[in-house]
Structures are given as structure tokens and as C-alpha cells.
Nanobody
Framework: QVQLVESGGGAVQPGGSLRVSCAAS????????MAWYRQAPGKQRELVAS???????NYADSVKGRFTISRDNAKKTVFLQMNSLKPEDTAVYYC??????????WGQGTQITVSS
């Protein structure tokens, strides 16, 4: 059974940085996409960044140039480095793993709060 465990959330002042990570466990096909989504209060969940196991990365326009997604395929872990954080980045951040032919899996979410 596939499980995703996130870590690294917390509170930070505007302009600060945070790094979150998500470790996957279980039987995972080597070709997959890992991603970060976020959901702010009263808003729909939105894609922040995604990265295929072969290395292609995509970002939401709102985070381009500030956030960087990376992966350690050997450790089945994905990271999100968040710099120049803004109050509008405040949300619960969810890790997602998509495996073609198998489905999508979600982490439990980690709260990121950007406030002075």
C-alpha cells in the first residue's frame, strides 16, 4: 500500500523561506509524477508544482521563480523549496503521487502560514 508522509511545514514571515518534503513508501512504479498542491481556506485545491521521475518540472505561474521542486528517486522523496514567501502562499500543502495505470495518492497535508 502506498503512503505519503509530509514534513517541514510551519510559520514564517513574509520574504522568508521554507522547505517541505514528502516521502513515499510502498510499491511504486518507477515512472511517476510527484507534485505539490495547496488549498487555502475557502478556495479550491490548486497545483503548485509537479515533477516527473524523468525530471520534467512544471510550476504554477504564481510561484515561478520563487519555488523549486526536486526529487530523490532512490529515496522516493519529493521536496519543495519555497523562497520569498508571501501571505497569499498561506495554505495547507498536499503531496501527490500519480502512477499511470495505478492511480493517485495524497499525503495528509502540512500547514504553511506566512504572516508578520
Amino acid at each position: 500500500q502506498v503512503q505519503l508522509v509530509e514534513s517541514g511545514g510551519g510559520a514564517v514571515q513574509p520574504g522568508g523561506s521554507l522547505r517541505v518534503s514528502c516521502a513515499a513508501s510502498g510499491s511504486i512504479f518507477s515512472l511517476n509524477t510527484m507534485a505539490w498542491y495547496r488549498q487555502a481556506p475557502g478556495k479550491q485545491r490548486e497545483l503548485v508544482a509537479s515533477m516527473h521521475s524523468l525530471g520534467n518540472a512544471n510550476y504554477a505561474d504564481s510561484v515561478k521563480g520563487r519555488f523549486t521542486i526536486s526529487r530523490d528517486n532512490a529515496k522516493k522523496t519529493v521536496f519543495l523549496q519555497m523562497n520569498s514567501l508571501k501571505p497569499e502562499d498561506t495554505a495547507v500543502y498536499y503531496c501527490n503521487l500519480f502512477i499511470p495505470g495505478q492511480g493517485a495518492y495524497w499525503g495528509q497535508g502540512t500547514q504553511i502560514t506566512v504572516s508578520s
